[in-house]
């Protein structure tokens, strides 16, 4: 089998972590039960109560897109309308899905160069029209960390989720990468969530060093009224669901999934510090997850290219680099040589 160099494009890229891998092939034993009536299901579940300190409905999905998407519908009418930042997963990369399966619940997109809601753009996107020719503001969802690698503080999460209370609006956290989140913040999953506010939370796995799956978490119980049957019809209840909650055991009991993000965390800082006054190379946000940001003149990043690193420039032009669970530090290592060759040939050009 062909071997390819590591690369830092997206976490997308990494494989299965050992603890999920392992947690897999346990559950690989013999018939049990299908459509999550299964130990495994239940175990994992269990799990996230436990980790979360409370006792929130769990289900689960094969992808992001499935989990925001019906997280986002179970919330609104079709007649509502969901607030988020322009950079936001869900209006940008999710294919119109966060409306379709709402039955055409509308987003509301509020400016945000850094990625990140603030009360006051809710405020003025929740109260600009109360007519009834406008789609009644009825969600919020912020991203966690945001696309632009940030992460919101407690504070931050907090002043949201009052404002949301006042308006009576709910509040929901993409969280792909939340467990990034978690270890950038040093705090506990529960602070950042149902303490903070958030009444529903989709926690990546895949991104996490799963195959596929992400959990999604209703803290409010009554807001996920019939949600297994919107799972099903929307083609999200897998038979076989075993397969799917088996290596939440794996990562969250054994803790990889925390570990798992310190390691990819770790790494990202490590490349940030690289580029401090490298000629013509700058963050174009402070790293504060896995992903790495670099705004650079077009012949290094062509440079870069030709040394056969991947990376893309769908977020503001800038160069991005996330780092996943299994990121390699002697690739680390290439890249900041290669993207420092690189710099000083195009100083030296100029």
Known sequence: MQQFPQQFASDNYAGICPQAWAAMEAANQGHVPAYGDDVWTDRAADAFRSL??????VFFAFNGTAANSLALAALCQ???SVI???SAHVETDECGAPEFFSNG???LVAPAPDGKLTPDAVRALATGRSDIHFPKPRAVTITQPTETGLVYSIAEIKAIAQVCRELGLRLHMDGARFANACAALDCSPADITWKAGVDVLCFGGTKNGMAVGEAILFFNRDLALDFDWRCKQAGQLASKMRFLAAPWVGVLESGAWLDNAHHANDCAARL????VGLDGVALAYPVQANAVFLTAPAPVLEGLRQRGWRFYTFIGGAARFMFAWDADPARVTALIADLR???GRAVCLV
């Open 52 to 57: 979360f300190g409370t006792d929130c409905e």
């Open 78 to 80: 079709s007649y509502h």
């Open 84 to 86: 988020c930042s322009s």
């Open 105 to 107: 619940s509308k987003l």
């Open 272 to 275: 940030a510090a690289a580029v």
């Open 341 to 343: 060759a690189v710099a």
